[in-house]
């Protein structure tokens, strides 16, 4: 379809972590839709060393498809709004204009562009560095809902073959289960950027001069009253760390 080809596929955005938890910005009629194929299958899970799991639930119109990569074996996965002409408001105008309610509206970097920022940039935003999987229970209920047409025992070993996924048992509540866990890739050629305000993150001084509010409030809330030195300590460390790069480049293309 020539709408989802103009858009991004690794709907990182429609999970708990951007829109309300209990998909409120849908609304009640919405309400009688039906599900994505993704909605109960998949989820999204952070994790960074030192910190508890998080694990996102998805919007309940997430399509999920996933197919195998012949060249490398690795897992293609492509995340498609279900009900995309008719999504809400709040979603047509991510990454643009994001916040946490419809009324208090801040523009920010989209999710995913924060995940494959550079790692100066996590750990002052976010005063740690962060991992994001998909995962997916591993029972046959899930896995025959994701794969319709296929026998469940050989989707799951194609699965459990690809390149980089494993099994882990994860805590949820009171309750231990087995999930499939999939890496995101951080492919930003897969990604279209639309709008001035959804570029890439390349350094924290960008990034800062186009979310200055957004960031501004991260840092606010991490360091209190010396944020603003932080800052200007984090970009100095990122020119200093850009300038030592070239030399030794320029320094072994001479030698080459
Ligand atoms: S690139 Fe950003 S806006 Fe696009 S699907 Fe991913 S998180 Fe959402
Ligand atoms: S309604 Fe569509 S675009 Fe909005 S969060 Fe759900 S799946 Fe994503």
């Not at 952070?46 to 690795?74: A, H």
């Amino acid at each position: 379809m020539t709408f989802t080809e103009s858009e991004c596929s690794d709907g990182m955005c429609c999970f708990t972590c951007v829109i309300p938890s209990n998909n409120r910005h849908i609304g009640f009629f919405r309400s009688l839709w039906k599900s994505g194929t993704g909605s109960n299958c998949v989820k999204l899970l952070v994790t960074s060393d030192g910190y508890k799991n998080e694990l996102y639930d998805s919007c309940k119109f997430l399509d999920f498809i996933i197919s195998q990569n012949s060249f490398n074996f690795s897992l293609k996965m492509d995340l498609r709004c279900s009900i995309y002409k008719s999504r809400p408001n709040q979603c047509m105008e991510y990454p643009d204009k994001a916040g946490e309610s419809l009324h208090q509206k801040i523009s920010g970097p989209c999710i995913f562009n924060e995940y494959t920022a550079p790692s100066a940039y996590k750990k002052l935003v976010y005063k740690r560095e962060w991992q994001a999987f998909y995962v997916i229970r591993d029972s046959s209920e899930t896995i025959r809902n994701i794969f319709v047409n296929e026998e469940i025992t050989v989707a799951r070993e194609k699965i459990l073959k690809a390149k980089d996924v494993h099994l882990v048992t994860l805590c949820i509540g009171k309750n231990e289960l087995d999930y499939i866990l999939i890496p995101i890739p951080k492919q930003t050629e897969n990604i279209l950027y639309l709008s001035e305000k959804h570029q890439p993150i390349t350094a924290i001084q960008q990034a800062y001069h186009r979310w200055e509010e957004k960031i501004q409030d991260n840092l606010q809330h991490h360091y209190g009253s010396e944020w603003e030195t932080r800052l200007k300590n984090a970009i100095e460390m990122e020119k200093e760390d850009a300038s030592k790069r070239n030399n030794e480049n320029a320094a072994c293309n001479i030698e080459c």
